[in-house]
Nanobody, 125 residues
Framework: QVQLVESGGGLVQAGGSLRLSCAAS????????MGWFRQAPGKEREFVAV????????YYADSVKGRFTISRDNAKNTVYLHMNSLKPEDTAVYYC??????????????????WGQGTQVTVSS
């Protein structure tokens, strides 16, 4: 059974940085893309970033491009989201997710099958 466990959220001032981690287990991590999504109160869940199975390809939402970096360590079965220059509008619960199909790269949340429990990121102004 695939399990995803996020960590690293917290409270940070605007302009600050955080690094989120997502530890995966239950299948061959290096065969699957990994994504980060977020959901703010009263809003729909939105795509943040995705990384391919080997790490060669990454895609970002326009709202975070240039500020966030997604990376992965296949030896540790972990994906990271490095967040810099944080803004109050980045406040949300952040989820990592992975699709059911191997060697497929997606950006729509409907294409991701396994989800973590989420970690809260709060950016104060």
């Amino acid at each position: 059974q695939v399990q995803l466990v996020e960590s690293g959220g917290g409270l940070v001032q605007a302009g600050g940085s955080l690094r989120l981690s997502c530890a995966a287990s239950g299948r061959t991590f290096s065969n699957y893309a990994m994504g980060w999504f977020r959901q703010a109160p009263g809003k729909e869940r939105e795509f943040v970033a995705v990384i391919s199975w080997g790490g060669a390809s990454t895609y970002y939402a326009d709202s975070v491009k240039g500020r966030f970096t997604i990376s992965r360590d296949n030896a540790k079965n972990t994906v990271y989201l490095h967040m810099n220059s944080l803004k109050p509008e980045d406040t949300a619960v952040y989820y990592c997710a992975t699709p059911a199909r191997l060697f497929k790269l997606y950006t729509r949340s409907d294409d991701f099958y396994y989800w973590g429990q989420g970690t809260q990121v709060t950016v104060s102004s």
